[in-house]
């Protein structure tokens, strides 16, 4: 198992893993998040072909409509 931190907390996924493969697991929309990747900020584009590795660390911010 993979484990990593996301958000402050640790979580377990199998291995190997995409960031968009831990968005699926995680039930969230891609379209709908800003990740930062172990400090780095990346681009939508990229989640699909990112690898995740033990120890990284992830922060998912969720965009959220109101009005």
């Known amino acids: 198992m993979l484990k990593i931190t996301i958000n402050g907390k640790p979580h377990s996924f199998p291995e ?25 900020i990346l681009l939508q584009k990229a989640f699909p072909a990112t690898p995740v590795a033990a120890g990284d660390q992830l922060e998912i911010v969720q965009f959220v409509g109101g009005g």
Do not use: K, M
């Open 16 to 40: 190997p893993a995409t960031l968009s493969g831990i968005l699926s697991h995680l039930g969230i929309d891609p379209a709908r998040v800003a990740i930062e990747h172990n400090g780095t």
